[in-house]
């Protein structure tokens, strides 16, 4: 049964950097592997994509290991309001068809 | 900017009513998508659509429907609202298909209480 497993919870100071794994063994060949950061009451809002090797944009970087079978997000020098629910997403083929999994979800707490 | 609208932020309703739940997006995306969220379940998704009049079932769609008569808009319906379809329902877009999801667009969720 396909499966997308994150860490349940971490806590992090404000300043450092957090590194948050998912694992998903049975991507799709040819799918990316998406991260989304939710805030209580709003809806996921996109962080980055990315399908091998290293992605970076201007609020994270995402590491994805030549099995593709995991990926890392990484949250450089986190403040307050980086405190949220972070999601991966990646798609998988399940009985013949193809289904979008979400992981369960890593709450980020960032301490002062 | 993508924009993703769902009709009502908050909802309350009686156990037996009929629910409408629809959601707009203004990037002529393809694929629409309706999660439900809860409490330690995560996002479960519930139909999504890839084209107008097209819809396949997620993993939890018993209890509702959807329509897709216009390819902006997606409703999901609750026939007859029960307790346990208290949740929030985030509706998504997204332009891609097939192997590539590519990014899903949601919108700020609709809280419905069913009492």
């Known amino acids: 049964l396909a499966k997308t497993t994150q860490p349940i919870s971490m806590d992090s100071y404000e300043g450092q950097e957090v590194n948050i794994t998912c694992s998903h063994n049975n991507i799709a060949t040819n799918d990316y592997i998406t991260w989304y950061q939710q805030f209580p009451s709003q809806g996921p809002r996109f962080i980055i994509q990315?399908?091998?090797t290293k992605v970076t944009n201007e609020v994270a970087s995402l590491f994805i290991p030549a099995d593709r079978k995991s990926s890392t997000l990484s949250l450089p020098r986190v403040s307050l309001s980086d405190t949220a629910v972070y999601y991966c997403l990646v798609g998988t083929w399940m009985d013949s068809s193809y289904k979008l999994i979400f992981g369960s979800g890593t709450r980020l707490l960032v301490r002062p | 900017d993508v924009k993703v609208t769902q009709s009502s932020r908050y909802l309350v309703k009686r156990t037996g009513e009929k629910v409408f739940l629809e959601c707009v997006q203004d990037m002529d995306h393809e694929n629409m998508f309706w999660y439900r969220q809860d409490p330690g379940l995560g996002l479960r998704l519930i139909y999504f659509s890839y084209d107008v009049k097209m819809k396949e079932k997620g993993d939890i769609p018993e209890g509702y429907s959807v329509s897709r008569e216009k390819k902006e808009r997606f409703s999901l319906i609750l026939e007859s609202a029960s307790t346990n379809q208290t949740s929030m329902y985030l509706c998504?877009?997204?332009?891609?298909?097939?192997?590539?999801?590519?990014?899903?667009?949601f919108g700020e969720g609709s809280r419905l209480t069913v009492l």
């Open positions: 990315g399908y091998k």
């Open positions: 998504a877009s997204s332009f891609r298909t097939g192997e590539f999801a590519g990014e899903l667009f």
